[in-house]
């Protein structure tokens, strides 16, 4: 079953809010790294390159938690919990679209040595349960 974003999360995401995605490495600990995010209905997006450890991980097991919490209100979140699907197709589109978003310019403009980087990856986060205060 899928859970629903409340329209103040809806708000945050869609606006240049940095969150922080939690994947399950093989051994069973926790990896985290900080993200650009989309929003698509009440799907969250995130860009990543082929080959990184979060895409081995999700692959793996799409297991995934997003944790959201706005810099100017530390004390307010939202955790999204939910499941990966991930895609290759328009993984260079989402990546500027996002590069947009966060820093005004394109995404190989923004981080020049992006031609060096693999294959770019969408992945999509369906919400299974959201908590928090957002």
Known sequence: MTAALSDA????????????IATIQPDGSPQVSP???????????ISTTAGRRK?????RD?????LVQPFDSPYQYAEIRGEAALTTEGGQE????L???YTGKPY?????ASAQDGERVVVRIT???VVGGV
Do not use: H, M, Y
């Not at 190989?108 to 020049?112: D, I, K, L, Y």
């Open 55 to 59: 895409e081995k991980n999700l692959r």
């Open 99 to 101: 590069s947009v978003k």
């Open 94 to 97: 989402l990546i500027d679209e």
């Open 108 to 112: 190989a403009e923004f981080n020049p």
């Open 127 to 129: 919400p299974r349960k």
């Open 35 to 45: 993200v650009w995010v989309k929003r698509d209905g009440d799907d969250v997006l």
């Open 62 to 66: 799409p297991r995934v938690t997003v």
């Open 9 to 20: 999360l809806k708000n945050l995401l869609d606006g240049p809010v940095f969150v922080n």
